[in-house]
């Protein structure tokens, strides 16, 4: 089957022919469509305080994305905490902790980051063992990183700040419209479920971002025609342009 219609599980880009998307529409002219399958929930202050979360508690805390920084200042807010210049923050990545300049004046502040992955950064806060962290995150967050941090005997407290649920694409999305889906997490799986719970794949493509994804993707029953990362597909693009130019290749020779 050509492939000719791609529904990819993520925000519009601001500008797709500046993208990768836009070089393979123009490439093999197929459309791409894109829509959030899932959308952030943030928990209120009262559920934190059921948990017996009080900030002023923490010396430092420890942020996983940028949706981490938004929340625990929204958060912060909502509790009427005023954020000292004394707290640390230790943030996944160098992008990450730039973003706190959103809420803080950054050079005032004890910033510490790693190199976008967790054990990296896992480094830097074993070198600040004293501290009494708080773990920022959202409800479907790394089991990996609690363990990491049980492991070194770091006093930390995971706080689910927001949760991951499934966005409304009844009314915008024609899900039978599409050659091909692509999911980059779980919980687009179970988006596509819970909005289109009649949906049956038949001659449909389905490919995935990342191991959990891909699990993810036969555990609901579907089929996983392509994934990435793979050694000749680094990025989910690639793996796209790899499988619409073998479905171009058997079109034709039929």
């Known amino acids: 089957m050509k492939i000719k219609n791609i529904l990819v599980s993520q925000p519009q ?26 959308k952030l929930e943030g928990v209120t202050a009262s559920e934190l305080r059921q948990e017996h979360i009080k900030l002023p508690e923490y010396t430092a805390i420890i942020l996983s994305s940028r949706n981490a920084v938004d929340h625990f200042f929204r958060v912060a807010k909502e509790m009427r905490y005023t954020v000292p210049e004394t707290l640390k923050y230790f943030c996944i990545s160098e992008s990450t902790a ?5 809420y803080v004046q950054y050079r ?14 896992m480094e830097v806060i074993k070198k600040h063992k004293e501290e009494k962290y708080l773990y920022c995150c959202s409800d479907i967050s790394s089991d990996s990183i609690p363990d990491q941090l049980a492991e070194a005997k770091i006093n930390y407290t995971k706080a689910v700040m927001f949760r991951t649920v499934s966005a409304d694409l009844t009314d915008t999305v024609k899900i039978d419209d599409y050659d091909m889906l692509v999911f980059f997490s779980p919980a687009g799986i179970e988006s596509l479920k819970a909005n289109f719970p009649k949906f049956k794949q038949k001659e449909v493509a389905i490919g995935g971002f990342g191991d ?30 790899e499988y619409v130019a073998a479905e171009n290749k058997k079109t034709k020779k039929k």
């Open 108 to 121: 005032k502040r004890k910033v510490f980051y790693g190199n976008q992955k967790f054990e990296d950064l």
């Open 212 to 241: 959990a994804t891909c699990h993810a993707i036969t555990e609901a029953g579907f089929r996983l025609d392509f994934h990435a990362p793979t050694e000749t597909a680094h990025s989910m693009t690639m793996a796209i342009e």
């Open 13 to 38: 880009p601001a500008d797709i022919t500046k993208t990768p998307y836009g070089d393979l529409a123009k490439k093999y002219g197929v459309n791409f469509t894109f829509e959030k399958f899932i």
């Open 98 to 102: 730039l973003y706190l300049q959103r």
